[in-house]
């Protein structure tokens, strides 16, 4: 069993160049999310999908798009990357939209943004 | 948003109860705490998930007051492999966008 499975792990962009993050669990949940983390601090929550079909925005939105693809799979896209994107970014899913269960997380997709 | 607050670092030494605490003043009715135990590299991994009184699993015990307006995460026995970041969260029942993580608290173990 993977739980939630995100690629690339690490990823090198130059300023203005754009890509697509992606994220995948097996674990049949309603819900996704994508956060960002930047060095030493919490994770701050970019956009979320409560359920197929649905996206919402999080706290920190700004120069980032979200495809809700299937049940499964939530993708990240920066379609024109800056500097100030340079973070961790992980993925994560729970069962329902509350987040009152347990989420599951991904590694990591670490970007550095030149 | 239900800001939450914690110490931003604890040491221990071994075989020591560790108890950390949080802050969450505007915390409301149906809103869950949640903590979060995170190593370097890796995504947050679940502790515990309580509402009030108190919590107990097989890796922490989680302390609510009536008020609600704080938590304790207890950490029996610490070894080594607990060094990590610990992360309230106040799980904001109605909207999972509104669930926001703080800074953490760096909890080192030493020998």
Redesign the interface.
Same mark, same amino acid.
């Given at each position: 069993n993977a739980g939630?499975t995100q690629t690339p792990k690490f990823q090198v962009l130059k300023t203005g160049q754009s890509m697509t993050l992606q994220c995948a669990q097996d674990m049949n949940h309603n819900?996704m999310?994508w956060?960002r983390q930047d060095p @030493?601090? @919490? #994770?701050? #929550?970019i956009y979320?999908s409560?359920s197929e079909g649905t996206t919402?925005? @999080? $706290?920190v939105p700004n120069g980032y798009n979200v495809s809700r693809l299937n049940k499964r799979e939530f993708s990240l896209r920066l379609e024109s990357a800056a500097p100030s994107q340079t973070s961790v970014y992980?993925c994560?899913s729970?069962g329902d939209?509350?987040?009152?269960t $347990?989420?599951?997380? @991904?590694?990591?997709t670490r970007l550095t943004v030149v | 948003l239900a800001k939450t607050t914690q110490p931003i670092s604890m040491d221990s030494y071994e075989g020591q109860e560790v108890n950390i605490t949080c802050s969450h003043n505007n915390i409301a009715t149906n809103d869950y705490i949640t903590w979060y135990q995170q190593f370097p590299s890796q995504g947050p991994r679940f502790i515990i998930q309580g509402y009030k009184t108190k919590v107990t699993n097989e890796v922490a015990s989680l302390f609510i007051p009536a008020d609600r307006k704080s938590s304790t995460l207890s950490l029996p026995r610490v070894s080594l492999s607990d060094t990590a970041v610990y992360y309230c969260l106040v799980v904001i029942n109605t909207n999972a966008g509104k669930s926001t993580f703080g800074d953490g608290t760096t909890l080192t173990v030493k020998p």
């Open positions: 939630v819900s999310y956060y @030493g601090m @919490g #994770l701050r #929550l979320y409560a919402d925005k @999080g $706290e992980f994560a729970t939209a509350t987040m009152n $347990e989420a599951f997380f @991904g590694q990591g | -």
